[in-house]
């Protein structure tokens, strides 16, 4: 009887020990997909765009009716559900459609969603929840119409508040930083709804990988206190794929978050504005 505690102790204490390290293998797991996930549609990106005069899909697409819709958030995957197809694209008008089809390459196996308003109906308000790929159809961001920043603010006057959209891939500066495609976690997009903090200057962030199964959404005032990091693969116009870190970026300017580093460009600025700055 004895021996045999002992032997459950033993399991129970190496049962405890391999835990997190299959946890943590099961998360490198699901960061290898996601950044597999971008490569694929990055290379739906560049069919897109050998089939359209070397240019990158528009900021928006027009449904059967005529109804132009934006594709910063759906430029492939599946139709938005319910009423979120007022704004959000169906899945076969969306650029990356004949390339890619109705693919799970556009979908983030740690996708929580984002907690803010994306569709309004009167006064009905629709969140992009439990998942952006469930609610929206698609986990990723095409970085269009102004960086992930607040208010999409920057330092430096933008050259074109489009962004890429349809621009030819020249017009990119240093395509290997420039970045193409991102997850929600990399920036925000809006004020978090509800609570005594929801006020233009209170905006939301979202926890996806290496962030456990909890509550994703937290607003900026209390980011700074908590110790879950920000984290997304990014695709690059070159067409690479590397995942980042962006939780020291965020807290050290979280109204300009958006600037560059060594790593990546979010925006291009204005070409007069460059002469002064340290671009």
Sequence with gaps: MIELLVVVAIITI?????????SRAGERGRVTQCVNNLRQQGFGIFMYASDYHDRFPSHHVAEQDGVLKEVKMAIGGNDPAGLRSINFPSAEIRPLHPYLRRSEVFRCPKDHGMGV???????TWLQAKPTCWESLGCSYDYNIDGPPSFLHRTKLPQEDPHGLAGKASSWAPEPSRYILMHEPPAG?????????????GDWAHHFWHYSGNGNSDIEWHNLKNDSR?????????????????????????????????????????HQASLADSGW
Excluded: N, Q
Aim: net charge neutral; proline share 9%.
């Design 229 to 269: 990091r920000l984290m997304s693969p990014l695709l690059f116009v070159d067409g690479h794929v590397r995942f980042f870190e962006f939780s020291r970026t965020v807290k050290a300017d979280p109204i300009y978050s958006c600037e560059p580093t060594k790593d990546w460009i979010w925006y291009k600025p």
């Design 14 to 22: 190496l049962a405890g020990l391999l835990l997190p390290v299959f």
């Design 117 to 123: 308003w994306v569709t309004k109906i009167g006064m």
């Design 188 to 200: 925000t997009i809006d004020c978090l709804p509800g609570g005594s903090h929801d006020t233009i």
